[in-house]
């Protein structure tokens, strides 16, 4: 069994790349989440996996909210490989660390943790216009994959995560992602169609459509920038820099849910 959270493909990617490698299945966090569906099974020999983007250095709200209710039905016959794959950009902060304390107030530890570089498409900061360069990251990213992937068939335990902050870092620095998510740095501009893809895709269901326009209806989403990425007409921004920056989704899912 393997959770993923992917707003733009990078996550989803990976998740199903090592779910063809170990045989497992690859299951939308997101999902889980709409549904309300927090309790799993889990068979005798399966590994459990986490993919998720890196925010803030930590992680993303929807991954914290699922992870805080998830119940792992384990058979008696004892704990299952635990893995947490990070995708990231510049750092993987301290997410591993993150995902591990919460399965430790379930009794649970994780046994690898592990990283794969993707674009970074935090784009109020990160330009994603060079296309070459976007292009170069991906490709890399293949090799990464093709190893994590092999570490966690053969259960490797360890942290293989590169790229990590010190905790004390971490810790003053991810609270930021709270003010940052806020929705009112969101603005859709006349180029918007009215499709309703935004509204549609949100994770948290924070858009909703009035009068052929996106309208965010919570006072903070999760940040994903799904809707910035995704959008037909690149109507919807995050403050003013992110129209010169692009978009971006994963070439390998373009186009399929997330």
């Not at 060079?130 to 991906?138: A, C, G, L, P, T």
Request: with cysteine; proline share 5%; aromatic share 10%.
């Amino acid at each position: 069994m393997i959770f993923y959270f992917s707003a733009t493909g990078n996550s989803k990617y990976i998740a199903l790349k090592i779910a063809a490698e170990t045989k497992e299945e690859a299951i939308a966090i997101t999902d889980c989440v709409k549904n309300q569906k927090f309790t799993f099974e889990v068979k005798k020999t399966e590994r459990i996996g986490f993919v998720t983007p890196t925010y803030f250095w930590g992680l993303p709200s929807i991954v914290r909210e699922f992870l805080e209710k998830l119940e792992l039905r384990i058979p008696d016959s004892g704990c299952p490989y635990l893995y947490h794959v990070a995708t990231f950009g510049t750092t993987t902060g301290q997410v591993g660390r993150m995902v591990d304390e919460f399965l430790k107030m379930k009794g649970l530890a994780l046994n690898g943790r592990f990283s794969v570089q993707m674009p970074d498409t935090w784009t109020p900061v990160f330009n994603l216009t060079d296309k070459e360069k976007v292009e170069k990251i991906n490709r890399k990213a293949e090799k990464q994959i093709a190893d994590v992937a092999g570490k966690i068939k053969r259960e490797l335990a360890g942290d293989f995560s590169r790229r990590k902050v010190p905790a004390f870092v971490a810790q003053l620095f991810y609270p930021q992602y709270e003010k940052a998510r806020e929705t009112k740095h969101f603005t859709a501009g006349d180029s918007c169609i009215g499709c309703g893809l935004c509204a549609k895709k949100c994770p948290v269901e924070a858009i909703e459509m009035r009068d052929g326009k996106p309208v965010w209806i919570k006072e903070k989403c999760t940040l994903c920038l799904g809707c910035l990425h995704r959008c037909p007409k690149f109507a919807i921004q995050y403050g003013s820099r992110t129209r010169n920056h692009g978009q971006y989704v994963n070439p390998n899912v373009k186009g399929q849910e997330l």
